[in-house]
């Protein structure tokens, strides 16, 4: 995990509210919505059922006393697809203070998931 500085007052109300955001590729264009830059990712043309992707999580950090967001890769599976929304499964292993865990749904847009997990990831 990594942690990071200031972001837009919508994602920080989000991250308040929910406890997590999860990376927007078209949001992170914006100069001002993240603390820094992000590397570009492809762009998905088709997000597959039953397919593995990857997606980046930030979480605000509830067990130190400074006020912090971590951040890192995640697993997640595509279970359902409803128009433009998909509905994911985390796969990965998260600590057990974290908001979400393993097994949790998550409903996310194409511009939330940055490509495709392979064999090695």
Known sequence: MT??????????????????HILDKRKAQTPGNYPGPFPEFPKLHKVKLNTSYIIRLFV????????????GLIAIIIKKIHGYLYTGIIK????????VSKGSKLILTVDQILYAQSDQD
């Not at 067990?63 to 951040?71: A, E, I, K, L, P």
């Not at 990965?92 to 908001?99: A, E, G, K, Q």
């Open 92 to 99: 990965t292993v998260l600590p057990p203070d974290f908001p």
């Open 60 to 71: 605000r950090d509830t067990t130190q006393r400074t006020d912090r967001v971590d951040s």
């Open 3 to 20: 942690t990071f500085g200031t972001f837009h007052s919508d994602i920080e109300n989000e991250l308040e509210a929910r406890g997590f």
